[in-house]
């Protein structure tokens, strides 16, 4: 019969807690390890930027001396802890409801014979008899003795008929024993004493944490749409646009999201560099600030929080330093949060097809990715390392950037070294072909589904003589529409375009494109845009991409015009006619029957005859042609006989 004990020392517990933490922390300490593969791609290779990498790097990974220790770290180490913790206590408690083995106690193989059980029973009592054992100073008698009636009791196990036969039908020579079987429970939990104090710790777990959690993570999820931004946030978005909403009214909209998209800043000993940041902005942009700062509605004393990111948005547009580290890891923290809302912006935007402020939206990306002011594009060439705002606009009239350079070598300027090695990594994507395709039909017809079909590359400027690109690749191009994917699969090799320009943006940026498909008379987006990334360089070829769309529901020809936008460069932009021929049906019909018509030859005709010989179809002769021609036999016969006897 059982008898069931509370585990009071915790040793059930223990094995408990050791596989449950095995569980979770193996499978989270692998996927903890970084690859084998370097994740740091390549990239521009600018002093600036190399600089930039680096100390990204440090911030994200830490130092020897400086680790950096991240939440999932500290848990993992705490749980490794706890691991080993209870692992030693494991090994180190005597295990009670051993299974009895006299051969063990002994120490013996159980393939001994009688004989040598005795001779090695002979030689242990010698050594462990009570009366021959000299105690030492961490032994007692009574330890001793009960060694010797172990051993004792063991000899017997193996020898003695009766107690062998208790030991083999019941496991333990003396017979049947009572089975204890430990509950990995404290036995303070259960006593009546402590009742109240149990059921009020689970009164608080289940009855009021519990629902509290619940509730948390239910309200804040209400509080946030699908693209992970306040509610609130959104709203403001969906009121302050319209459908010609420039760059301007896009930033001031940004502007207002900050109110709700970031908490209260607690640090108000940083408000006097805040203001004197302000300051530097407000001469720099003279009356232009207080003009923005109205559209944002940045109320002074009322909405401080606010005009607290609104500043430090402005400082890093400018490229302001901010000199204490605080506010420098909430401006970067305040950077990183901009994508994701101007990704909502764009969705709002989209929702209603407007085309400016879709423009304008994803324009912006690339002002605040290489830090200067939004609509300026004057300044295209502070881009470039060591050029400053103002000499670029004396440099954009000079003409591309390849002239840029020229006048720097010319001039012998040491930047242009600089400038050489950030225009090879340079983003500037190349439409080679955009073409409209319906899968195994020639014509658009209306209603159909149409994909718009877009070859891509990158051609950097200094780049040698590009490579003849075959076009006229049918294979290639059906395989990839009739497939699900919405960009072709890379060639194998390192085709993407690593780490871009961006020493200003506070982390790794890889640079993206929209495909925008728009109607620019009606100043309207024809279907939702497309965001690329990984576009070959030149000499690699280049990869197609597809937006698929159902055409008009009636015949006519439409002038859209596609565009190419960059997320990351300022100025890389362009953008091509495209014309979309909707054919009538009934048309087509016609045209194809009379095509068929026309293609077939005549019964009694030499080509006829010759396409009668190799089995083709021929148009036959009708009854009243030969009736019409047997008639006019007759008359022309008829009036040969008059004209004869006429001159007789």
């Known amino acids: ?179 204890s079987m430990g509950i990995a429970l404290p036995k303070w939990i259960v006593e009546r004493s402590n009742n109240i104090w149990v059921l009020g710790a689970y009164g608080l777990i289940f009855g009021l944490g519990l629902p509290a959690l619940v509730g948390k993570w239910w309200f804040g999820n209400r509080q946030k749409t699908k693209d992970g931004v306040n509610a609130r946030s959104a709203a403001t978005f969906f009121k302050a646009l319209a459908d010609e909403s420039g760059i301007d009214e896009v930033v001031t909209s940004l502007g207002k999201a900050f109110e709700y998209e970031r908490p209260m800043s607690k640090a108000a000993q940083l408000d006097a560099e805040v203001n004197t940041l302000e300051n530097k902005i407000k001469f720099t942009l003279d009356n232009r600030w207080d003009e923005l700062k109205k559209l944002a509605d940045v109320i002074p004393g009322e909405h401080e929080n606010r005009r607290r990111a609104f500043v430090l948005l402005y400082a890093h547009l400018l490229r302001l330093p901010v000199e204490n580290k605080t506010l420098r890891e909430e401006q970067a923290e305040l950077l990183l949060q901009i994508p994701a809302l101007l990704n909502s912006m764009l969705n709002i935007s989209l929702a209603r097809s407007w085309l400016l402020p879709s423009l304008a939206i994803m324009r912006l990306h690339a002002y605040v990715v290489q830090a200067l002011p939004p609509g300026q594009e004057q300044m295209r060439f502070a881009q470039l390392p060591g050029i400053a705002p103002s000499e670029s606009t004396q440099l954009s009239q000079t003409g591309d950037l390849e002239d840029v350079v020229a006048t720097l070598e010319e001039k012998g300027d040491s930047r242009a070294q600089e400038v050489k090695k950030t225009a090879q990594r340079w983003g500037r994507a190349d439409i080679v072909d955009a073409a409209f395709r319906v899968i195994d039909e020639k014509y658009v017809v209306p209603s159909s589904i149409v994909f718009l079909l877009v070859k891509l590359r990158l051609t950097p400027p200094f780049a040698e003589a590009k490579r003849e690109v075959q076009l006229e690749d049918e294979e290639r191009d059906n395989e990839f529409l009739v497939s699900r994917k919405d960009a072709e699969d890379l060639s194998t090799g390192d085709l993407t375009s690593g780490w871009a320009h961006a020493p200003f943006w506070p982390a790794n940026r890889k640079p993206s494109w929209w495909i925008v498909l728009a109607d620019v008379k009606s100043q309207r987006v024809v279907v939702p845009p497309m965001k690329v990334t990984d576009i070959p360089s030149a000499e690699k070829g280049y990869r197609s991409f597809k937006m698929q769309f159902q055409a008009p529901p009636s015949p006519g020809v439409f002038t859209w015009k596609l565009y190419l936008v960059s997320d990351t460069f300022i100025g890389e932009e362009i953008s091509r006619d495209i014309v979309l021929k909707i054919d009538d049906i009934s048309v087509l019909n016609s045209e194809e029957q009379r095509e068929d018509e026309i293609s077939e030859p005549e019964e009694d005709s030499l080509a006829g005859q010759m396409a009668m010989m190799r089995g083709g179809s021929v148009k036959k002769r009708s009854e009243s042609d030969d009736e019409s021609s047997t008639d006019d036999d007759e008359d022309e016969h008829k009036s040969n006989d008059d004209s004869s006897s006429d001159s007789d």
């Open 1 to 179: 019969m059982a008898n069931y004990s509370y585990d009071e020392a915790g040793n059930m517990a223990a094995y408990f807690l050791l596989t449950f933490l095995s569980i979770v922390l193996i499978p989270l300490s692998l996927s903890s390890i970084p690859s084998s593969k370097p994740q740091t791609e390549a990239g521009c290779e600018c002093q600036l930027c190399r600089e930039h990498r680096e100390q990204i790097r440090k911030r994200e990974r830490g130092s020897i001396l400086n680790p950096k220790f991240r939440r999932k770290t500290v848990i993992l180490l705490a749980g490794w802890a706890l691991l080993a913790l209870t692992l030693y206590k494991v090994s180190t408690t005597e295990v009670e409801n051993k299974v009895y083995d006299p051969f063990e106690i002994l120490g013996l193989r159980s393939s001994a014979t009688l004989k040598e059980i005795k001779s090695h029973y002979k030689k242990l009592s010698r050594l462990y008899h009570p009366d021959k054992v000299k105690l030492t100073i961490n032994e007692t008698m009574e330890a001793v003795e009960a060694k010797f009636v172990s051993i004792t009791k063991a000899y017997k196990s193996l020898t003695d008929e009766t107690i062998r036969k208790n030991w083999e039908l019941y496991g333990h020579p003396d017979g049947r024993q009572e089975v």
